[in-house]
């Protein structure tokens, strides 16, 4: 299995491979990952091989000279598949993994190879290469003997790319993330004891924020919102939950600025409380302490974000973006409350309205508890094995 990030580093994509490669060693396949190098800071917090599934570094970036380091890798762990998590910003935006899939079936014929897409972004080839960037995604899916998505839009947009000469419904799977957070808080955890600790009582409102700072993420209109209840009178806070920035995007950091600017120059310092990266238990504390989970996304609710799932799997009350395209598998009417995207003042309204309707949050927990089922770990390492074992 092959990652651009990978624990101790943080991430969606390293969350995911390291869940996913764990559930498929339960079920009896042998996993290697193929991860970037060590960052300094990290280099003292990796496991030993003995705790978990066996970790190979790659030497120097993922440039060309990379794709021989996943066949030796795959040559010394006896591996039949190369399995490449493709998510463009975690590789530099270095177009040489779109190319992977070619390499292998030119180059490493005894091999299988299988891309996951946790987002459909091109790489940087050069300045105005324009379509040519488009290419590399479309490359990367025909040449790849499977491709893996997690939500229907992807599907459609690679749908409409054409055909090569193999099915698709044999090449192409539609197989939904986890979450990488389970419903575990501490014994001890008391969601008013929890509240007293940040400083709000039973008549002010809790909004919570997870995941990283990205311009996709929306925080800035979530600040907007923020701004807009104050003003209206409602005693509100904002809990932003996960680590900051991440550590695959640059570009993470200098939103992550801008979001603090804005919250500067509005006045809320007191009314935003960061409480970064924490241990899982310490995420399904914070997350239930609050009355209504608010995740703005710009483009749109999509089951490729995993601090959605994660909401899902904790049984919140959500408010999100309206997708960009439908999504079957949130269907349920009361799964999630929606507003326009990238629209601080509908956010607001929505929040005010369920703020006065605790009927309409219990609602739409119950609704986020429903549709948890459909994204459980055993289930999504069985798919894969069943792609697996088509492939073979």
Request: glycine share 6%; aromatic share 6%; hydrophobic share 40%.
């Amino acid at each position: 299995m092959v990652t651009g990030e990978y624990p101790p580093s943080m991430g969606g994509v390293a969350d995911y491979t390291s869940l996913l490669a764990r559930q498929l060693e339960q079920l009896g396949t042998a996993v290697t990952v193929l991860a970037p190098p060590l960052a300094v800071e990290n280099r003292n917090a990796e496991p030993s091989p003995r705790e978990g599934v066996p970790v190979v570094r790659v030497q120097g970036s993922w440039g060309l000279s990379s794709w021989r380091q996943v066949a030796r890798a795959a040559q010394i762990s006896e591996s039949s598949i190369v399995h490449l998590q493709y998510q463009a910003a975690a590789y530099g935006m270095h177009p040489a993994m779109n190319l992977l899939p070619a390499y292998i079936r030119l180059r490493e014929r005894q091999l299988k190879a299988v891309t996951t897409f946790h987002d459909l972004r091109v790489p940087y080839i050069f300045p105005k290469a324009g379509p040519i960037r488009r290419q590399a995604i479309l490359a990367l899916d025909r040449w790849s003997h499977a491709s893996v998505v997690t939500n229907h839009a992807d599907l459609d947009n690679l749908e409409a790319s054409g055909k090569l000469s193999d099915s698709p419904s044999q090449r192409r799977w539609l197989i939904p993330i986890g979450s990488n957070v389970e419903c575990c808080p501490p014994p001890e955890f008391d969601r008013q004891r929890y509240r007293a600790g940040l400083g709000v009582d039973r008549d002010t409102l809790l909004l919570s924020y997870f995941g990283f700072m990205n311009q996709s993420k929306g925080v800035d209109s979530l600040v907007e919102a923020l701004r807009i209840l104050v003003e209206r009178g409602i005693d509100t806070r904002l809990l932003v939950v996960g680590g900051e920035e991440g550590t695959s995007d640059p570009t993470n950091h200098a939103y992550s600025r801008q979001v603090e600017e804005l919250i500067r120059t509005r006045g809320l310092e007191k009314r935003v409380v960061r409480a970064g990266f924490l241990a899982p238990q310490e995420v399904s504390a914070a997350l239930l302490a609050a009355d209504l989970c608010v995740l703005p996304f710009k483009d749109g609710a999509s089951l490729r974000r995993g601090s959605l799932v994660a909401a899902l799997a904790h049984g919140l009350a959500i408010l999100t973006t309206y997708p960009e395209k439908p999504e079957p598998l949130l269907t349920d009417a009361e799964g999630l409350a929606m507003v326009p995207r990238d629209d601080p003042k509908s956010l607001a309204d929505a929040i005010e309205r369920l703020w006065h309707d605790p009927g309409a949050r219990e609602r739409l927990s119950a609704g986020a508890s429903r549709l948890a089922p459909r994204f459980r770990w055993p289930d999504i390492a069985r798919r894969h094995q069943e792609l697996y074992d088509c492939l073979m």
